[in-house]
């Protein structure tokens, strides 16, 4: 059973940084496409970054720049860097696992608890 647990939100000042993490196990996650998903309070889910099994990535027009997903196939665990937050940023940030390499909700299946940033002006 796949399991996904993602860690390191926080509340911030904008312009902070901040690592999000995701723990995954139950599989090897690099035979899968990895992603990061956000949702804001009375909004829909969104896609923010997504990772390939080569490392090829994906990254939403808003964050480009800003955020860099990574992973380490040793730790089994999926990296997203926030740079340059913005009071716009802030969401419940999932992890997902997917057989399709979108920022779309419907390539994945499997999806973690979530973790909150919450950026302040």
């Known amino acids: 059973q796949v399991q996904l647990v993602e860690s390191g939100g926080d509340s911030v000042q904008a312009g902070g940084s901040l690592r999000l993490s995701c723990a995954a196990s139950?599989?090897?996650?690099?035979?899968?496409?990895m992603g990061w998903f956000r949702q804001a309070s009375g909004k829909e889910r969104e896609g923010v970054a997504a990772i390939a099994r080569d490392g090829s990535t994906l990254y939403a027009d808003s964050v480009k720049g800003r955020f860099t997903i990574s992973k380490d196939d040793a730790k089994n665990t999926l990296y997203l860097q926030m740079n340059s937050l913005k009071p716009e940023d802030t969401a419940m940030y999932y992890c997902?696992?997917?057989?399709?390499?979108?920022?779309?909700?419907?390539?994945?299946?499997?999806w973690g608890q979530g973790t909150q940033v919450t950026v302040s002006s």
């Open positions: 997902a696992t997917g057989f399709i390499f979108t920022l779309g909700t419907y390539g994945y299946n499997d």
């Open positions: 139950g599989y090897h996650y690099s035979w899968y496409y």
